[in-house]
């Protein structure tokens, strides 16, 4: 009987809101203040009271001329959270509690019951308003942001600073978890591209032409310190190898060419002097590992260690790099340079190396400037600088790479080589003189892996 009177109580209340509300009795005054309809939200309370078990959230205009009993909470527009289909015909029957049936239920267990009642009543009046004013329900449970964040400060002891830390709220879930973090003393990076570009010409193309095959695979792995656990030290270290192979259509003796044959090792080492400036020592050595021929001929143009060379120089480097680390900037200036220049094979002719000669030694300067810029997410610009002097001649490489990222296995690369060499004779046939110039194009596979 119980359960009946409030649920008569329950319904004749709702019963009253519709019919105030069909009424016009909210005002346009209270339309402004208050978007939502008659009953924004049920919730249940812990009250024994019919009034305290739930609350209508409403505005109190509404409350004084409907003269409900109902206690007023706090005004708010119902979230949707989810949605179960219920049986109205079902509406504040009594719930089977713990396997019991309310018939067969003792005394102990009606105050069970009837709040079991109540509770499905209400989950029936807040699905039944939902579906009736899907306007006044503006927000969904899934899409509202986190509620805003704590901190709280506090005095670090060792290092007399102020630091900020989270407070927890009551969501938070207390977990005991521990991770450990290896320290990192090292950064790799490797990157691996194999690119092709190829034409073919029939043999009656009315402009003419050849069949060509190009190709051309770039290494490079990168070591360095890491500055985050080594802030005045720098230590660099990169090998990089550069094969490139074309189709010889105009060679009687061969039916390939080499393009590009280089493997080069640059390494750096410096101790920090001031901010971004490290007292440094820089060395390069490159040279090629396959014989080169002259076309139709059987004369060497190169071979392994003929030529190779080494530079070592002492002086000073800047380092630079912006916050998110798309633009980094270093440059080495070394006063005091010393360059070696070896030639191995006798049927190689290398200039500044006379008959006989397998090695010569240089002083002077060098210096050399790095760039590298992240233009896009899928676009790098990369440029290096060298240029070394024993005030006799001067020499100067200028090596230029864009680098298309297609996706994680495609790429296309530009790469341009400039180089200046005062010590070149003038050949007749040849305007370029002191410059020398080689651009490549490709389009290939690529393959990266890096722990920065």
């Not at 090998?239 to 074309?246: D, H, R, W």
């Amino acid at each position: 009987m119980r359960v009946k009177s409030i649920t008569i109580t329950l319904i004749s209340i709702i019963s009253a809101l519709a019919s105030a509300t069909a009424q016009n009795v909210v005002t346009p005054v209270d339309r402004d203040m208050y978007p939502g309809k008659v009953v924004s939200n049920l919730i249940a309370s812990d009250s024994d009271s019919v009034a305290d078990e739930f609350r209508f959230f409403f505005p109190d205009t509404i409350a004084r001329r409907v003269n409900t009993p109902m206690i007023l909470g706090n005004y708010r527009p119902m979230v949707f959270d989810t949605f179960v289909i219920m049986d109205s015909l079902k509406i504040g029957k009594p719930q089977k509690v713990d396997g019991i049936k309310s018939v067969a239920s003792p005394e102990a267990f009606y105050w069970l019951e009837d709040a079991a009642g109540v509770i499905d009543l209400a989950r029936h009046a807040r699905q039944r308003y939902m579906v009736d004013n899907p306007s006044s329900v503006p927000y969904n449970e899934r899409f509202l942001p986190d509620p805003p964040k704590k901190y709280r400060a506090e005095v670090n002891p060792e290092t007399a600073k102020i630091t900020l830390s989270e407070e927890p709220t009551h969501n938070d879930i207390n977990m005991d978890m521990t991770v450990d973090f290896n320290r990192r003393n090292w950064l790799h990076s490797f990157t691996g591209s194999v690119q092709f570009s190829q034409a073919y010409v029939s043999p009656n193309w009315y402009q003419g032409g050849n069949n060509n095959l190009n190709m051309i695979a770039n290494a490079v792995f990168n070591v360095k310190l890491n500055p985050a656990f080594h802030p005045k030290l720098l230590f660099e270290t990169t090998v990089a190898y550069k094969l490139g192979l074309n189709s010889a259509p105009d060679d009687s003796l061969r039916n390939y060419s080499i393009s590009e044959d280089l493997f080069q090792v640059n390494s750096k080492f410096g101790y920090k002097a001031a901010n971004r400036w490290y007292y440094s020592m820089t060395g390069q050595f490159k040279t090629q590992f396959l014989n080169n021929y002259k076309k139709n001929t059987t004369d060497l143009k190169a071979a392994f260690l003929s030529p190779s060379e080494l530079n070592v120089g002492v002086g000073m480097t800047y380092n630079y790099a912006n916050k998110p680390k798309t633009f980094t900037f270093d440059a080495s200036i070394s006063p005091l340079s010393w360059n070696m220049k070896t030639c191995i094979n006798d049927k190689v002719d290398v200039k500044g190396i006379d008959p006989g000669q397998t090695v010569i030694h240089e002083f002077g300067s060098s210096a050399e400037g790095k760039m590298k810029w992240q233009m896009a997410n899928n676009i790098t610009y990369q440029a290096r600088l060298f240029m070394f002097t024993d005030y006799d001649y001067y020499q100067g490489d200028l090596e230029n790479t864009i680098s298309f990222q297609i996706n994680r296995f495609l790429s296309s690369q530009i790469y341009v080589h400039l180089r200046y060499d005062s010590s070149t004779p003038r050949q007749k046939d040849n305007d370029w003189h002191v410059w020398q110039l080689k651009e490549i194009f490709s389009f290939g596979f690529n393959y990266k892996f890096s722990t920065y």
